[in-house]
C-alpha cells in the first residue's frame, strides 16, 4: 500500500487556475505511474490524466487535454495537476491513485491505491 494525500483544492471563480498535489508516503512496493481522477455530484468518478513515474510520458482525457497538465516531483513522491480556466463542470472531488504495474490505464480497476480527495468547487 501507499498513502497519498491531496491537497490543493479549494472554492474557485471560474476562469481561475489552481494546482492540486499529491504526495505519496510509506510505499511498500514500486509505483510506476500516478493518475489523477474526479467524480462530480451524482456522476461516476472518471479519468482526468496519468503519468508514469519516471519517464515522463502523460496521458489525458480528452475532455480536459486542453487546460489540465500533469507533472512530478520525483524527489519530492509528488504529483502534481495544473488545471487552467477552470469551469463550473470541473466541480468535483479530485482522487490520485497510483499504479504499480506498466501503463497509463484510463481505469480504475487498475490502480492500486487512492487519496481521500480534495474538493473543487468552480463558482460561475
Known amino acids: 500500500q501507499v498513502q497519498l494525500v491531496e491537497s490543493g483544492g479549494g472554492l474557485v471563480q471560474a476562469g481561475d487556475s489552481l494546482r492540486l498535489s499529491c504526495a505519496a508516503s510509506k510505499r511498500t512496493f514500486p509505483i510506476y505511474a500516478m493518475g489523477w481522477f474526479r467524480q462530480a455530484p451524482g456522476k461516476e468518478r472518471e479519468f482526468v490524466a496519468a503519468?508514469?513515474?519516471?519517464?515522463?510520458?502523460?496521458r489525458y482525457s480528452d475532455s480536459v487535454l486542453d487546460r489540465f497538465t500533469i507533472s512530478r516531483d520525483d524527489a519530492k513522491n509528488t504529483v502534481y495537476l495544473q488545471i487552467h480556466s477552470l469551469k463550473p463542470e470541473d466541480t468535483a472531488v479530485y482522487y490520485c491513485?497510483?499504479?504499480?504495474?506498466?501503463?497509463?490505464?484510463?481505469?480504475?480497476?487498475?490502480?492500486?491505491?487512492w487519496g481521500q480527495g480534495t474538493q473543487v468547487t468552480v463558482s460561475s
Open positions: 491513485a497510483t499504479k504499480g504495474s506498466i501503463g497509463l490505464s484510463r481505469k480504475e480497476v487498475d490502480y492500486d491505491s
Open positions: 503519468i508514469n513515474w519516471g519517464g515522463g510520458w502523460t
